[in-house]
């Protein structure tokens, strides 16, 4: 991994997840576990997460200029309406976002191109953050290695 996160806790859950993925493989699949995560509460729920373990929340609503602007084009079928944001115009971005890398000591979660990692970087200073973890999805990759990698 390593995440760092000011909650004193929720630090030693990610340390402990972090030892026990011994392989490239555990550490890839985990990965993909996280990947997909993101991808799901972003797009079926329009939530982001403002920092490592805070809870998610709505992702900003997009202006009504850029509301009325996209109806008028062609969109991902599961694209938000309205001012609604689940960062889902296309679709590009979050299919993207991948696991770029894993070693056996860590793993690289990023976009398959620059210009989607500028899409990203450009949501988030938008008030739109969504690559970070709520505590709940720590809880729920912790479980997920217990059952699937380390069973």
Not at 80 to 102: H, I, Q, Y
Not at 107 to 124: H, L, M, P
Request: no cysteine.
């Amino acid at each position: 991994m390593p995440i760092k996160t000011d909650d004193t806790g929720l630090q030693k859950k990610l340390n402990a997840l972090d030892k026990s993925l011994k392989s490239r493989k555990d550490r890839f699949v985990t990965g993909k576990f996280i990947v997909e995560m993101i991808v799901k509460r972003t797009r079926d729920k329009g939530q982001g997460v403002s920092r490592t373990g805070a809870r998610t929340s709505k992702l900003r609503k997009v202006s009504p200029g850029w509301a009325i602007a996209r109806q008028k084009e062609s969109r991902h079928p599961n694209a938000a309406s309205g001012r609604e944001s689940n960062l889902t115009f296309k679709g590009t971005m979050l299919d993207s976002l991948t696991v770029l890398g894993a070693t056996k000591d860590k793993f690289f979660i990023g976009f398959r191109t620059s210009e989607q990692a500028d899409k990203a970087e450009g949501n988030a200073l938008n008030g739109r953050p969504f690559m970070f973890l709520s505590k709940g999805e720590i809880t729920k990759t912790s479980d997920f290695i217990k059952k699937q990698i380390l069973k």
